[in-house]
């Protein structure tokens, strides 16, 4: 599996980029998953159906499947800060995981920004920035040598990741016996 993080602040086009670069991975006949981090509460189950109530009665996990997919809901008992490595270790085997909202995650990222924003950039200071998606390289706040794509380009941006794909290859960390079971 190849792993790859899209870090950005609010706002700067992350989630259309990745929208928009999974069917150009698989036109290029790559499985994709995305693994995305939330920063507030969520909920992907709804009142009133089976599921729900299963949790709400005090299910640690909720598997609902059908035919064509399959969910699993996780309440933990106390908040829980989950990490991208075990988070990724959740994934079915997959080509490429787009990581989004890992910001601080140490797995190669491409930053995504947009000059509207007037947000500062991450790159200067973080090692895992390998690419830059922008709107307006020249309007950057900070020069860099690393590449710069365009955020309205998707194919071109998948034609970036695929074309060294072994950059990506991601190698699972060893974690303590349970750990990426109990997250």
């Known amino acids: 599996m190849k792993v790859i993080g899209f870090c950005g602040r609010s706002g700067s086009g992350k989630t259309t ?7 150009a991975l698989r036109a290029a006949g790559q499985r994709v998953s995305v693994l995305k981090h939330a920063h507030h509460d969520f909920d992907i189950d709804h009142p009133g159906k089976d599921s729900y109530r299963h949790r709400k009665a005090g299910a640690f996990e909720t598997v609902v499947a059908s ?5 699993i809901v996780r309440e933990y008992e106390v908040e829980v800060d989950t990490g991208v ?3 990724l270790a959740e994934l079915s085997v997959c080509d490429w995981a787009l990581v989004e909202g890992f910001k601080h995650a140490d797995l190669p990222k491409i930053e ?5 924003t007037g947000h500062p950039v991450q790159y200067p200071v973080d090692p895992y920035i390998v690419a830059i998606a922008t709107d307006d390289p020249a309007r950057l706040p900070e020069r860099t040598g690393l590449p710069l794509l ?6 071109a941006v998948a034609a970036f990741l695929l074309s060294d794909p072994d950059r990506y290859e991601y190698t699972f960390p060893d974690f303590p016996p349970g750990a990426a079971a109990a997250g």
């Open 85 to 87: 490595h075990q988070m």
């Open 112 to 116: 995504v920004w947009r000059a509207e």
């Open 67 to 71: 035919s064509r997919r399959l969910a």
């Open 17 to 23: 980029l990745i929208e928009q670069l999974i069917p």
């Open 150 to 155: 365009d955020l309205g380009d998707a194919p």
